[in-house]
Nanobody, 115 residues
């Protein structure tokens, strides 16, 4: 499985951005997908995830502001980021996992939030 992340950019605090993660292959509907981020000098953290069952989870710092969703037909997972804050600035990565055989990362997309 190969992942292609996109949608990052420069946005003002309080604004919105939507990230996309497009997957290759035919097993997308069986994958658990997560959006991670890594800010300079910090560890990579899991921001939001969507299980193959459709269940979602969020880190507390983004609850109520970010929404993860997927379009199975398009093999795409989205991260809608609303009310962004300067502390959301990071490189965002998508990750897909499926059993013991799949653990793939996208290339990362930079999100910069200006105050």
């Amino acid at each position: 499985v190969q992942l292609q992340a996109s949608g990052g950019g420069l946005v003002q605090a309080g604004g919105s951005l939507r990230l996309s993660c497009v997957a290759s292959g035919s097993i997308f509907s069986f994958l658990d997908v997560g959006w991670y981020r890594q800010a300079p000098g910090k560890q990579r953290e899991l921001v939001a995830s969507i299980a193959h069952t459709g269940g979602t989870a969020y880190v507390s710092s983004v609850k109520g502001r970010f929404t993860i969703s997927r379009d199975i037909a398009k093999k795409t997972v989205y991260l809608q980021m609303n009310s962004v804050k300067p502390e959301d600035t990071a490189v965002y990565y998508c990750n897909a996992r499926g059993g013991a055989a799949v653990d793939s990362w996208g290339q990362g997309t930079q999100v910069t939030v200006s105050s």
